[in-house]
Structure formats: structure tokens, C-alpha cells
């Protein structure tokens, strides 16, 4: 089992930053690859980064590639998304989640755990 934690959303002006953070608990976490998604109201869940196991090698969608940057520190277990130029589209609860399969997919179904989510509100 993997716990995930995700902090650090919060309302932000159109053009400004946050910073999310994933923190797992369990598991050896560098055994398992991360990505970000994001659900809006209405909208199904959608994929935002993954970062591979050893933090080497990530994957962006079109919307937040240049504007998303998704790291990770495996020493702390944690996982970061630093966001900046947001944009009102961006306003979603995000999500952390962990896989232990091959590559960098972009469906929920090929992740295992998932953390509780956090908001993030962005006023135009």
C-alpha cells in the first residue's frame, strides 16, 4: 500500500503560481512512477504530468506543457507540480497517483493508488 497526501492548492489570480505537493507514506516510493490529474466540475479526470521512477524522464499534456513543471525528491517521497501562467481552464481538484507498471500513461486505470485531492481555484 501507498498513501498520498496532496497540499498546496488554493485560489490564485489568473497569470499567478502554486506549487502542489504529493507526499506518500508506505511503500517504497521510488519503486512506483507518479503523475498529476485533474477533475473539473462536469469534466471527466484528466492527465496533467507523470514523472518516472528515478525522476529522469516526464511526460506533459498539450495544455500545461511550458507552463508545468512535475518533479520529485524520492529521498523525501515527495512529488511536486509547480504551476505557473495559470489560466481559469486550469481551475480543477488535482490529484496525485502511483503506478507501479511500465512507462508513462496518461489513463487513471493504469495507476493504483491515489491521494484525496486538492483544489485549485483560479480567478480571471
Known amino acids: 500500500q501507498v498513501q498520498l497526501v496532496e497540499s498546496g492548492g488554493g485560489l490564485v489570480q489568473a497569470g499567478g503560481s502554486l506549487r502542489l505537493s504529493c507526499a506518500a507514506a508506505?511503500?517504497?516510493?521510488?519503486?512506483?512512477?507518479v503523475s498529476w490529474f485533474r477533475q473539473a466540475p462536469g469534466k471527466e479526470r484528466e492527465f496533467v504530468a507523470a514523472?518516472?521512477?528515478?525522476?529522469?524522464?516526464?511526460s506533459y499534456a498539450d495544455s500545461v506543457k511550458g507552463r508545468f513543471t512535475i518533479s520529485r525528491e524520492n529521498a523525501k517521497n515527495t512529488v511536486a507540480l509547480q504551476m505557473n501562467s495559470l489560466r481559469p481552464e486550469d481551475a480543477a481538484v488535482y490529484y496525485c497517483a502511483a503506478g507501479s507498471g511500465l512507462g508513462l500513461p496518461t489513463r487513471t486505470h493504469a495507476y493504483d493508488y491515489w491521494g484525496q485531492g486538492t483544489q485549485v481555484t483560479v480567478s480571471s
Open positions: 514523472i518516472s521512477r528515478s525522476g529522469t524522464t516526464t
Open positions: 508506505g511503500r517504497t516510493f521510488a519503486n512506483y512512477k
